[in-house]
């Protein structure tokens, strides 16, 4: 009798197990790509952009440098007014004292004389004027004394205006010196990150940048000889003769520049009053067009007015450019120009 074995089922080989051979096989792909990719170094910039970079940072240590001179100017003449309010102070404290001395000795006479001493009453009075209206008071005293109460009077009112006057002066004082402390901080902020960035470069590479900044300025054996005559032939003349001098910002001379305090100082010379930064100097003189530029006019660039030099002709400026540059002679094209004011 034949046997009939039932049929084996048929084993079908799993997926399952090369499906997640093939996850993990690109799991791993995908974590060694991000691995390299997360390893490997960022792109260096290039010269161009790394000054590019420099003269960003140069561009805003300049609108800072100008925001600095306009704090330091407050400064300076807040101090100018409060110093001379605590003068008068204390003039009209020694006047008072007079008085007072003037005072105590008809107050002395009074009491020797066995008078009623009204004197001491009016100095110790809550409302000296009130006191000093009464009429008997004002008879029983003498012509010399009603004066000499009248005038302390007049010197407590002014004196008290005065303290007043010089203490609001000294709040400002104390504001201004902040503001231009924290100005001064900015300054020093975007110099040292520009120096920091110029320091990260190789010998070489400061020097190719140092050699594209010398590349867009004249040489320094540049001559004047321009249609310019009078003050501002004067004030160009004076420029020129600074030029090698380096730029500090807030110097007015005359060993070191900024931009403003080498246009200030020119002019100056040339017995011309300007205003102490490029925001003051925007409104010295009478505006002109870039194409009715003529020899001695101010030049400002940049959206800011954050720079300025005195035109030479030809396409050509001279001014202090940057911290870690020097006064020199430089292509009109080098920066955006903004506006231009003849002051002469």
Known sequence: MASHRKPRPRILASTAPRAAVGVTAAAIASVTLLSESASAAPAKPSITEVKAQIDTLNQQAEVATQNYDQAKEKTDTQRDKTNQLLAQVARKTEQMNESRRVLGQFASEQYRDGGIDQTVQLLLADNPEQFLNQSHMVNQLSATQTEALKNFQIQQEQASIQRSQATASLTQLTNAQKQLATQKKTVQTKLAAAQKLLNSLSAAQ???????????????????????????AAAIKFALAQRGKPYVYGATGPGSYDCSGLTQAAYGAAGVKLGRTTYDQDKDGVAVSKADLQPGDLVFFYSGLSHVGIYLGNGQIVHAPHTGAFVEVAPLSWMPFAAARRVA
């Open 206 to 232: 400061r020097a190719k940048i140092a050699g594209m900044k010398k590349g867009k300025s004249s040489p320094a054996s540049y001559s004047y000889s321009g249609p310019a005559s009078g003050r501002a």
